[in-house]
Nanobody, 126 residues
Framework: VQLQASGGGLVQPGGSLRLSCIVSGYTSTPYALGWFRQAPGKEREFVGGIAWTGGFTKYADSVEGRITISRDNAKNTVFLQMTSLKPEDTGIYYC????????????????????WGQGTQVTVSS
């Protein structure tokens, strides 16, 4: 199984970015896909997640209202749309796939994910 994250870059405060995560190598599909980020000198933190089927999404309080996670199942791709970006959104963004049925509270815990992508750098700076 491979996850390929892309779409990061340098953006000014208040700007927008859309990250993509292509999932490949599954014989079936994952149960859920999550986005995490890690800023320099800080621990990795949950950003948001989406169930692979159905409409469930979950977002971290720090980004609620500024991000939207969506998916294109036909292309095995999940998107992270970010708006009103702030300097504190800077970090490496990782996508991760879960091989288990996730309860709502499980999305936040990175130990519940089985596969990780390589990350894409997002820098918010003027």
């Amino acid at each position: 199984v491979q996850l390929q994250a892309s779409g990061g870059g340098l953006v000014q405060p208040g700007g927008s970015l859309r990250l993509s995560c292509i999932v490949s190598g599954y014989t079936s599909t994952p149960y859920a896909l999550g986005w995490f980020r890690q800023a320099p000198g800080k621990e990795r933190e949950f950003v948001g997640g989406i169930a692979w089927t159905g409409g469930f999404t979950k977002y971290a309080d720090s980004v609620e209202g500024r991000i939207t996670i969506s998916r294109d199942n036909a292309k095995n791709t999940v998107f992270l749309q970010m708006t009103s970006l702030k300097p504190e959104d800077t970090g490496i963004y990782y996508c991760a796939a879960a091989d288990r049925l996730m309860s709502r509270s499980w999305y936040r815990n990175d130990r519940n994910y089985d596969y990780w992508g390589q990350g894409t750098q997002v820098t918010v700076s003027s």
